[in-house]
């Protein structure tokens, strides 16, 4: 079972800088896709940023300029560099991974992985 966990939200002014970062673990075989999702209070959940293997980006029109996302595979590890943060990024950021998982061994299973979230809060 492969499992995520999430650190570097916390409290931060408006124009601050925060960097999340999410490491994966388990007996994982290839991660496809890593991204970051956020969820304000009374909101639906969305996309900020996903990276594939290859590493080609997708970012919010809303964070485009300001957030950067990167991935180390080596540690299986997604980072997300938010600058310039604004009171409306106020949220909990929830990481996410997609690949295959299991020993070489036996057929592998994909999964799709969810972090507990880390809460980011911007005060203006």
């Known amino acids: 079972q492969v499992q995520l966990v999430e650190s570097g939200g916390g409290l931060v002014q408006a124009g601050g800088s925060l960097r999340l970062s999410c490491a994966a673990s388990g007996i994982i075989r290839s991660i496809n896709v890593m991204g970051w999702y956020r969820q304000a209070p009374g909101k639906q959940r969305e996309a900020v940023a996903v990276?594939?293997?290859?590493?080609?980006?997708t970012y919010a029109d809303s964070v485009k300029g300001r957030f950067t996302i990167s991935r180390d595979n080596a540690k299986n590890t997604v980072y997300l560099q938010m600058n310039s943060l604004k009171p409306e990024d106020t949220a909990v950021y929830y990481c996410?991974?997609?690949?295959?998982?299991?020993?070489?061994?036996?057929?592998?299973?994909?999964?799709?992985?969810w972090g507990q979230g880390t809460l980011v809060t911007v005060s203006s």
């Open positions: 996410n991974a997609q690949g295959w998982s299991g020993r070489y061994d036996l057929p592998r299973n994909a999964f799709n992985a």
């Open positions: 990276i594939i293997a290859g590493g080609t980006t």
